[in-house]
């Protein structure tokens, strides 16, 4: 049981590349998110979908996209990356919404230079 | 903007000591969740409480929630060098969504 599966595990681009960081769990989750971890702000929601199909916005969802390909995949698109991108992007899923226990993957650790 | 506001930001102690990570907020939580992070790694839930006044247990980990539900803490007794990580609190303002703390970094020495 692999539970959230993300990749790649590292990635660095130059301002203005675009990239899609990719997110998949097999846990039959209906709920999956996006965050992104900074020093000192903890982590903060980017893009979220409650279910296969519906997509909504976070905190922080300027510079982003965001497709729910399936119950099991949810992806993340930076059209064109800016160096305030360079983050530790993380997924996760829960059952229900996030108010119960949210499984997370490892990361993709993001430098745009 | 709610806030979630986490002390002390950083822990430096002896293996076999006590400890305290306090969470606070103005407003009210209708539950909230402690998580550990580990280096490279995304966070694990360790508990959610949602009464106020609640006490849960996990081994040498206690978590409390205030009485009024703005505050919550997280007691380790005889920390061990297990125990380092990244200490995350994450509340829920009756919104599907959480709002996370900024962190309590702890590291413990052998």
């Known amino acids: 049981n692999a539970g959230v599966t993300q990749t790649p595990k590292f990635q660095v681009l130059k301002t203005g590349q675009s990239m899609t960081l990719q997110c998949a769990q097999d846990m039959n989750h209906n709920s999956m998110y996006w965050y992104r971890q900074d020093p000192g702000m903890g982590l903060r929601l980017i893009y979220y979908s409650a279910s296969e199909g519906t997509t909504d916005k976070g905190e922080v969802p300027n510079g982003y996209n965001v497709s729910r390909l399936n119950k099991r995949e949810f992806s993340l698109r930076l059209e064109s990356a800016a160096p305030s991108q360079t983050s530790v992007y993380f997924c996760?899923?829960?059952?229900?919404?996030?108010?119960?226990?949210?499984?997370f993957g490892s990361g993709t650790q993001l430098s745009v230079l | 903007t709610q806030l979630l506001e986490q002390s002390p930001q950083f822990l430096s102690i002896q293996e076999g000591e006590n400890l305290t990570v306090y969470c606070n907020s103005s407003?009210?939580?209708?539950?909230l969740q402690w998580y550990r992070q580990e280096p490279g790694e995304g966070p694990v839930l360790l508990v959610t409480v949602v009464t106020g006044g609640e006490v849960k247990k996990l081994k040498r980990l206690t978590f409390q929630f205030g009485d009024a539900r703005k505050d919550s803490s997280l007691h380790i007794t005889a920390a061990q060098p297990g125990d380092t990580g990244l200490y995350l609190c994450a509340g829920s303002y009756n919104t599907d969504k959480l709002i996370f703390g900024t962190g309590t970094r702890l590291q413990v020495f052998p």
């Open positions: 996760a899923s829960s059952f229900g919404d996030s108010r119960e226990k949210l499984f």
């Open positions: 407003s009210v939580f209708s539950s």
